[in-house]
C-alpha cells in the first residue's frame, strides 16, 4: 500500500516511456503516445475461436513486446495490463496463461503469459489456473498442415490430476498469429470439463482477416 502511495506521487515526476515528455497520464506514457498506440480492441478469429485482442502488433508495440518478452524489460507490464484492460471481460471463474516450456522459461526466467495474467487475475478477482504443461516444441520442418497442428497439439500435456476444475475460464497470451497454440491448449482444457473458453492477447499482426 505504501508502494503504491508512492507511486502515485512520483507519477507527474516521470516520464513518458516514449517520447520522454513529463506528461505521463496513462501507466508509463503520455496521453498523445497513448492515443497513438496501433490499437484493435475487436475480436478476430483464429482457427475459429473468437479471440480478443487490444492491438496490432506493430511500432512501438511490437519492438516493447519484444523487449518485455527477450529482455527482461519488465517495466513494461503496467502499461500492457493497463492495455489489456480496454477489453470487456467476460464472467470467468479463473485465467489460464498459456505455459511455455522448461527449456523456454530457463531462457527467459519467466513465463510473459503468466506476467500479464496475474494482472488480470488482480483485476478480475479470480485465480491463476495451471493445469497444462507444455513440452519442448519438435521441428516443424517438412511438416504439412495438418502435421504441424499434431505437433503442436502433442506439446500440451495435462498436469498431475487436481480436484479443481473450472467451467468458465480466460486463456492469456501476449502474441496471437494463426491460434494453433490457443487451439491446441483449448483442446485440452475442454478434456478438464471447461465449456466456456474465452481468450484475450494483447497484440497480433496487421494480417488481420475475419473481424466480427
Given at each position: 500500500?505504501?508502494?503504491?502511495?508512492?507511486?502515485?506521487?512520483?507519477?507527474?515526476?516521470?516520464?513518458?516511456?516514449?517520447?520522454?515528455?513529463?506528461?505521463?497520464?496513462?501507466?508509463?506514457?503520455?496521453?498523445?503516445?497513448?492515443?497513438?498506440?496501433?490499437?484493435?480492441?475487436?475480436?478476430?478469429?483464429?482457427?475459429?475461436?473468437?479471440?480478443?485482442?487490444?492491438?496490432?502488433?506493430?511500432?512501438?508495440?511490437?519492438?516493447?513486446?519484444?523487449q518485455f518478452k527477450y529482455e527482461q524489460q519488465l517495466h513494461?507490464?503496467?502499461?500492457?495490463?493497463?492495455?489489456?484492460?480496454?477489453?470487456?471481460?467476460?464472467?470467468?471463474?479463473?485465467?489460464v496463461p498459456m505455459p511455455i516450456s522448461q527449456q523456454r522459461?530457463?531462457?527467459?526466467?519467466?513465463?510473459?503469459?503468466?506476467?500479464?495474467?496475474?494482472?488480470?487475475?488482480?483485476?478480475?478477482?479470480?485465480?491463476?489456473?495451471?493445469?497444462?504443461?507444455?513440452?519442448?516444441?519438435?521441428?516443424?520442418?517438412?511438416?504439412?498442415?495438418?502435421?504441424?497442428?499434431?505437433?503442436?497439439?502433442?506439446?500440451?500435456?495435462?498436469?498431475?490430476?487436481?480436484?479443481?476444475?473450472?467451467?468458465?475460464?480466460?486463456i492469456v497470451d501476449d502474441v496471437v498469429t494463426t491460434g494453433?497454440?490457443?487451439?491446441?491448449?483449448?483442446?485440452?482444457?475442454?478434456?478438464?470439463?471447461?465449456?466456456?473458453?474465452?481468450?484475450?492477447?494483447?497484440?497480433?499482426?496487421?494480417?488481420?482477416?475475419?473481424?466480427?
Amino acid at each position: 500500500m505504501l508502494m503504491s502511495r508512492f507511486s502515485r506521487l512520483l507519477q507527474p515526476f516521470l516520464n513518458c516511456s516514449l517520447c520522454q515528455s513529463d506528461r505521463v497520464t496513462q501507466a508509463s506514457v503520455c496521453q498523445d503516445c497513448w492515443q497513438q498506440l496501433p490499437w484493435l480492441k475487436q475480436t478476430i478469429h483464429r482457427q475459429e475461436i473468437p479471440i480478443q485482442v487490444a492491438a496490432y502488433y506493430r511500432y512501438p508495440l511490437d519492438r516493447m513486446i519484444q523487449q518485455f518478452k527477450y529482455e527482461q524489460q519488465l517495466h513494461y507490464l503496467p502499461l500492457f495490463g493497463h492495455i489489456l484492460n480496454q477489453l470487456k471481460f467476460p464472467k470467468v471463474q479463473a485465467i489460464v496463461p498459456m505455459p511455455i516450456s522448461q527449456q523456454r522459461l530457463i531462457e527467459r526466467g519467466y513465463n510473459q503469459a503468466l506476467l500479464l495474467a496475474e494482472h488480470l487475475a488482480k483485476q478480475l478477482n479470480v485465480p491463476i489456473w495451471q493445469p497444462i504443461l507444455r513440452q519442448e516444441q519438435q521441428h516443424q520442418k517438412g511438416l504439412n498442415r495438418l502435421e504441424r497442428l499434431s505437433n503442436i497439439e502433442q506439446q500440451f500435456v495435462l498436469h498431475a490430476p487436481s480436484k479443481v476444475r473450472y467451467r468458465r475460464i480466460l486463456i492469456v497470451d501476449d502474441v496471437v498469429t494463426t491460434g494453433s497454440s490457443i487451439q491446441a491448449l483449448s483442446l485440452k482444457l475442454q478434456q478438464l470439463g471447461c465449456q466456456q473458453i474465452h481468450v484475450a492477447c494483447l497484440a497480433t499482426p496487421s494480417y488481420i482477416d475475419n473481424i466480427i
